[in-house]
C-alpha cells in the first residue's frame, strides 16, 4: 500500500491506508480511506480519475 500511495502522492493524489484505522497497523491492508467532505465534485472526479490511472499502472 505505501508504493501505491508514493505513486499517487507523485501525481498530487493522497488516501489514508487502511491500516493507519486497524488496532494492528504493521498487519497488511489492502484498503484505504478516502476524504471527500471538503472537495468540489470536480477535484473529487479529477482525484478518482488519477488513482483509477495509477491503479491500471499498478496492476498491469
Sequence with gaps: ???LLK???EK?????PGNNFATDIEAPSNMF???YSSMSMDKIEK???IMGEVLSEYFA
Design 47 to 49: 482525484g478518482i480519475k
Design 33 to 35: 480511506r478516502l476524504n
Design 12 to 16: 498530487k493524489v493522497a488516501f489514508v
Design 7 to 9: 505513486k499517487c502522492i
Design 1 to 3: 500500500m505505501s508504493e
